[in-house]
């Protein structure tokens, strides 16, 4: 197969993935709200792509949700090729990708974060993962969304979830604060051995958090809430800000190769407090 119809298989299932994701959404509301949608050129000079970003706010549901959709190429900052796998002798590079952050209205639900990605430089491999933030410990949905990831990951190679998992608890790790993010999940990249294998499991990533998010919703949508669980989940929102502004590296890919701003900073919460 070659490359542009990995491209367009790759770009086309991203896209097709964020509607699916956004007709859930909508679903999941149960009201006559509406996502927002910004489309937007990498460079308005000449064609770089560029992509589409929704912002859903003050649902029943959510108090913030944001599908993001991309697809942009062009050529790597000298200061940024060396750190891109395939980047260093040539900068040109294509990549599509889509991202979710939902930030809930309900305290007790907890904050969740998606993405998958292709990218393409002198290689090409796909990226992504998700985790799960909650304000409030729940051991039970714990174990459940851990068993749904291990049964997905197992589907497609044994020895995936425990790598992924173990990466994904060192990569949303807070240093500063000596505590991790939420309760993890899977984080992979640089997968690149056989892309018909590979783009598989990405698919199935992404249906698989389709079925995970749904399914947490729909069970604590009705659970009561207090102000101090609010107040919690207000925290617990910082330092996921913290985690994103300072560590997070599709944050700084982002930024650095001209994406959208306002897209790129979509995953920030609506409202978050410091101690």
């Known amino acids: 197969m070659d490359l542009d119809t990995k491209k367009n298989l790759a770009s086309y299932w991203f896209k097709t993935l964020q509607n699916a994701f956004c007709e859930s959404i909508i679903e999941l509301e149960n009201s006559k709200i509406e996502f927002k949608s910004t489309t937007w050129k ?3 000079k000449k064609d770089e792509g560029g992509g589409e970003y929704r912002i859903l706010k003050n649902g029943n ?8 959709f991309s697809k942009v190429y ?18 040109n590079f294509w990549a599509s990708g889509i991202s979710v952050v939902m930030h809930m209205k309900n ?26 933030t909650p304000s409030k410990k729940d051991e039970i949905e714990k174990k459940e ?23 994904c608890d060192e990569y949303f790790y807070l240093p500063h604060r000596k505590e991790p993010r939420g309760i993890g999940g899977i984080f992979f990249d640089y997968k690149k051995d056989n ?5 598989k499991f990405v698919r199935d990533v992404g249906i698989t958090f389709q079925f995970i998010f749904k399914k947490i919703i729909k069970k604590k949508i009705k659970k009561k809430w207090t102000v101090k669980d609010k107040e919690i989940q207000f925290i617990k929102r910082g330092r ?10 599709g944050t700084k890919f982002g930024l650095q ?5 306002d897209g790129i900073l979509m995953s920030l919460p609506p409202l978050a407090k410091w101690k």
């Open 107 to 132: 305290p007790l639900i907890p904050a969740m974060h998606f993405n998958t990605r292709y990218i393409c430089t002198t290689q090409d491999w796909f990226g992504g993962g998700m985790d799960v």
């Open 145 to 167: 969304f851990h068993k749904i990831l291990r049964n997905m990951c197992n589907r497609h190679n044994k020895t995936y979830y425990s790598k992924y998992k173990k990466w």
């Open 74 to 91: 062009g050529k790597f900052p000298k200061r940024f090729q060396k750190n891109i796998l395939g980047a260093k002798k040539n900068p």
């Open 61 to 68: 549901v959510f108090d913030k949700v944001g599908v993001n």
């Open 195 to 199: 892309f018909y294998k590979d783009f």
């Open 257 to 261: 190769t001209g994406g959208n701003v």
């Open 42 to 44: 990498r460079n308005k």
């Open 240 to 249: 996921y800000a913290e985690f994103n502004l300072l560590y997070d590296r």
